[in-house]
């Protein structure tokens, strides 16, 4: 159930496990090593999915991820992050 079958039969999580072309990393001699990146941070960053990695160590997809505007980029329907603790405020200690 949940988690598994999310990760195993969405149609999202399927098509960045699809095989893509080199695309502009086909002449890259650290292609062999990396193969293109991460998938899926080249989708929730908007970079096509056939280009470099946002983080590729030869510095290829900064200025991809620059030129992408920021309305494009995919984004989660809600947030799914912790909220954050209240801080408890100090309890003062009385003295003798």
């Known amino acids: ?4 079958r999310v990760w195993r ?3 999202l999580f399927l098509g ?8 502009a990393c ?12 991460c ?8 970079l096509p ?5 946002p983080e590729c160590v030869g510095g ?3 200025e991809l991820l620059a030129a992408v505007p920021i309305a494009l980029a995919p984004r989660p329907s809600q947030d799914h992050s912790k909220p954050a603790r209240p801080q408890r405020a100090a309890i003062p200690v009385a003295g003798n």
């Open 26 to 37: 086909a002449s890259c001699g650290a292609f062999d090593a990396c193969q293109g990146g």
């Open 49 to 53: 999915l056939d280009g470099p990695d």
């Open 16 to 23: 960045l496990r699809e095989p893509q072309s080199a695309g």
């Open 60 to 62: 290829d997809g900064e």
């Open 1 to 4: 159930g949940g988690f598994t």
């Open 39 to 46: 998938m899926a941070a080249k989708f929730f960053t908007g």
């Open 9 to 11: 039969e969405s149609e």
